[in-house]
């Protein structure tokens, strides 16, 4: 099984640029072709939330018009940036199948990696938090299978990875989430966005894995001092493979001109 991973596209409305500088809707359209060239393709893509620039309706439509491009199903998170009333009004359904109230919650079960979507959001808020409501359910669904491989996704990371922007936003529940995450030893991973970096990090027994943004790359000063700061990068995004012998291998993938490939050997 192959999952893509894109998240932070911080969509603005057409013809604009978020923050007046970052041409974000020309990336999201690269990576999605790149993804479509994909050998193999892709089962499916994981969109981590902060869709949106700034929760507007007619920038969610732009996102479902532009990742109806994809040749694969999508599912959808929501991030601080993003309405959950304008992304549900727009993805709900097939790339949003949430029935839980209030909360864009949802399990994907038909692939041979089950797939736990998590509402990390405070609307108005940077920060994310897994209240008990949200806790007890993801509890629930975790309970119904102990061994089926599991992957939870969820916007916010519930660790600090040392990015200011992103470590100071909070995050609200975090040690009753981490024990109820170590209860469960077939949750191979829990992937996410919002620090628009690619890293990962053992946790709770399990690895918690962020994906780059696409090209809204954030400053990483581990003195945690300097003001929050962006790079115009080239977007990326990341590969989860289910390897035969029962791993979950991440790839970072960075969508760049480059020559090549090359043999080793003549």
Not at 133 to 143: A, E, G, K
Not at 202 to 226: F, I, N, Y
């Amino acid at each position: 099984m192959l999952i893509a991973q894109i998240s932070d596209t911080h969509l603005t409305v057409k013809g604009t640029n978020a923050y007046g500088v970052a041409p974000v809707a020309e990336n999201l359209v690269s990576c999605i072709e790149h993804i479509n060239r994909l050998i193999p393709m892709p089962d499916l893509v994981l969109v981590t939330g902060d869709i949106t620039y700034s929760g507007r309706l007619e920038e969610a439509e732009l996102a479902l018009e532009l990742l109806n491009i994809l040749n694969c199903p999508f599912y959808v998170i929501p991030g601080n940036h993003d309405s959950r009333d304008n992304l549900w009004s727009v993805f709900g359904g097939a790339a949003c199948p949430s029935s839980f109230q209030g909360f864009l919650n949802y399990v994907i079960d038909e692939y041979p990696i089950r797939l736990i979507a998590l509402d990390s959001i405070v609307p108005g808020e940077p920060g994310g938090e897994v209240c008990s409501t949200r806790l007890n359910w993801l509890d629930s669904r975790l309970s119904e299978d102990h061994e089926k491989p599991t992957v939870i996704f969820m916007h916010h990371p519930p660790v600090k990875f040392g990015v200011l922007e992103t470590d100071s936003d909070g995050f609200v529940g975090i040690q009753k989430l981490g024990e109820v995450i170590e209860k469960y030893q077939n949750i191979k991973s829990v992937v996410c966005g919002h620090i628009h970096l690619q890293a990962h990090v053992a946790w709770r027994g399990t690895v918690v894995a962020t994906a780059p943004s696409l090209g809204l790359r954030l400053s990483l000063d581990l003195t945690l001092e300097k003001p929050s700061q962006f790079y115009l990068d080239a977007p990326g995004y990341l590969l989860h493979y289910w390897h035969p012998d029962g791993n979950l291998v991440s790839h970072s993938v960075s969508i760049r001109n480059a020559e090549g490939p090359f043999l080793f050997e003549e």
